[in-house]
């Protein structure tokens, strides 16, 4: 059944995921009631069985994730001033034993959720242009936003390898800064800053960047649609030119953190 406000792919859905199952509620139109037969239990056309589409959790594991990489290029835009960045870390770090839990269970685990949702799309549609949609949003949009997925889960895998204590990164906390720029900016530990193999890597981080603002802002637009939080037009244009204002600012910090690491000529704060 088709209405005005549902997605253009909504009425040839053979695959769950349309959020069409959660507060949105699509108005019958008059055919579909005289089809109505009584005393039959009614099923989903996408087949989900009318419990919440996967798709509603991809979406509110995405905005968890959202949320952090906010909060994760704020924190790591304090790397213009080594000193207040070795602060804000030894404030994170003095969390003591509520730093792993909160790590697990406010990154970790919606990053598993989303990732594992996110793969099963990947894994059924592939790459294709044109594929159904659960939201207004372009064919283009929707590509970049699989495309962005992608170079994503290779940078985070590459990016918490590198840096991260629990895999064996370089990062530490006692001396922030300089840990944090050298394992951005020397990849190749015996290979000085600049040389071409160890700015391939630092380059990947803008790659990175621009995916993951990319992939935020499109993926809010496209998520608010689908948790049913933008149900008319007008709120889901409104919605998108907000994120299109927000992404240069977002990309704009980013870039920034990312000269403040890279420029990083050794910090004399930390052990
Ligand atoms: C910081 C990292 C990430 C953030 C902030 C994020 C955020 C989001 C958001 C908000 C959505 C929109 C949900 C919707 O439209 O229903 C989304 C969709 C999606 N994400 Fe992520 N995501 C991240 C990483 C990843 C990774 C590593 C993958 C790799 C598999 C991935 C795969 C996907 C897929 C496949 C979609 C749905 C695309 C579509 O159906 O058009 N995401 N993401
Ligand atoms: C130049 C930019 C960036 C810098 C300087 C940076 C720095 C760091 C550092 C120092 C850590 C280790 C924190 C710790 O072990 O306590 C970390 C972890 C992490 N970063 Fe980044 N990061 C950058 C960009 C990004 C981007 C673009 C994303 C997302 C797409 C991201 C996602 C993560 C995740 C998921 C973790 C592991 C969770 C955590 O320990 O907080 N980072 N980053």
Redesign the pocket.
């Known amino acids: 059944m088709c209405v005005e406000t549902a997605p253009k792919s909504g009425c040839r859905k053979s695959s769950c995921g349309c959020g069409g199952h959660g507060r949105r509620a699509a108005l019958p139109d008059a055919r579909a009631i005289l089809d109505l037969k009584f005393g039959e239990e009614s099923v989903p056309e996408c087949g989900c069985s009318g419990r919440t589409c996967p798709r509603h959790y991809l979406a509110w594991s995405g905005f968890v994730l959202g949320g952090f990489?906010v909060l994760?290029l704020a924190v790591?835009l304090l790397?213009l001033w080594p000193a207040r960045f070795q602060a804000a870390v030894n404030r994170i770090h003095g969390l003591g034993a509520a730093l792993p839990i909160l790590?697990i269970g406010l990154?970790f685990i919606p990053?598993t959720i989303h990732v594992a949702l996110g793969l099963r799309t990947l894994g059924r549609e592939k790459l294709k242009f044109g594929v159904e949609k659960h939201h207004h949003g372009s064919d283009l949009r929707q590509w970049l936003q699989r495309v962005s997925a992608l170079i994503?889960l290779v940078?985070?895998a590459f990016?918490?390898g590198t840096?991260?204590?629990w895999f064996g990164g370089r990062?530490d906390?006692r001396n922030a800064f300089n840990s944090?720029s050298q394992a951005?900016w020397q990849f190749w530990h015996g290979l000085p800053a600049g040389n071409p193999g160890n700015l391939l890597f630092a380059e990947f981080?803008l790659l990175?960047?621009v995916a993951?603002v990319y992939h935020l802002a499109n993926g809010i637009a496209t998520g608010a649609e689908v948790l049913g939080f933008t149900t008319t037009p007008a709120a889901q244009q409104r919605l998108w030119r907000i994120c299109l204002v927000a992404a240069p600012a977002l990309l704009l910090a980013?870039l920034a953190?990312?000269h403040a690491?890279a420029n990083g000529s050794p910090s004399d704060i930390g052990n």
């Open positions: 990489l994760h790591n790397g790590e990154i990053l994503l940078f985070i990016h918490i840096l991260h204590c990062f906390p944090a951005i981080y990175g960047m993951a980013g953190v990312w690491f």
